[in-house]
């Protein structure tokens, strides 16, 4: 019953966050919306900001399962140019990641600096996550080497993130979805990826598929055990 009753709260945080924005939401609002006392969410989660890290942690989790599966059905989905466009693609998707991603600047500074204080290793997990994906990628033959591992992170890294918060800044644009995902997954596949990419890929997929799995574990041992702090 109690984690019913999270699952609960985390459910009306995510369809306000949506609807109105993080800085709007009150545990009062999540409270009303959960049909419970206010002191109930206080029960489960410590504060405002552990809730919302807990609500994206759950959606980073679903979407960690969403890759699981796409790598087990097509290897070429490892790709780092497949991975950034699916994860654009994604992100587009899941409303709750996307207000995160793509809404106010300042509730993605907000919960960032938040979770460095509450969650850091789990931060620092995940980004070795996708720094170890890559190095397995090299160590194949699938991503450049002319890189250090650091700079390449970064790089990939900033790639993504440009194309998916310039979306609000370019009001006057008129590019599909797809298309924009599309221009992404080139650059990447221009500026990471070696010439011989696609038939390396297959053979880097059960250590890819490691490396997701333990990071999902991560995410889920983080998102029950701040369900009961």
């Known amino acids: ?7 609960r709260i985390l459910d009306a945080a995510g369809e306000l966050l949506v609807a109105w924005g993080y800085r709007r939401v009150t545990i ?19 504060s405002k ?10 959606e980073q989790a679903r979407l960690v399962d969403r890759f699981l599966a ?6 070429s989905r490892a790709l780092p140019s497949e991975m950034a466009r699916l994860t654009y693609l994604w992100v587009h998707e899941d409303p709750i990641i996307h207000v995160i991603v793509t809404g106010d600047p300042e509730t993605l500074g907000a919960l960032t600096r938040s979770g460095a204080d509450h969650v850091g290793p789990l931060i620092k997990a995940r980004w070795q996550t996708v720094g170890d994906y ?6 194949h033959g699938v991503v450049r080497g002319d890189l250090d591992p650091e700079a390449r ?3 990939y890294a900033a790639v993504l993130t440009g194309f998916l918060t310039i979306d609000p800044y370019r009001t006057d644009d008129e590019m599909p979805l797809q298309a924009r995902a599309d221009a ?19 053979r880097a997929v059960p250590r ?14 983080e998102v029950d055990r701040q369900k009961l702090t």
């Open 1 to 7: 019953m109690s984690d019913e009753r999270a699952e």
């Open 28 to 46: 009062e609002d999540v409270a009303r919306r959960a049909g419970i006392g206010k002191g109930t969410v206080y029960l489960h989660f410590g």
């Open 49 to 58: 900001e552990l809730l919302f890290l807990t609500v994206i942690m759950r």
């Open 184 to 202: 992404l997954a080139l650059t990447v596949k221009a500026a990471f990826e070696t010439p011989d990419a696609a038939e390396r890929v297959s």
């Open 134 to 139: 890559l190095e397995v990628l090299r160590e």
């Open 153 to 155: 992170l970064h790089a």
């Open 70 to 75: 796409a790598f087990e059905a097509d290897p």
């Open 208 to 221: 890819v598929l490691e490396l997701y799995r333990n990071m999902r574990e991560l995410l889920v041992k």
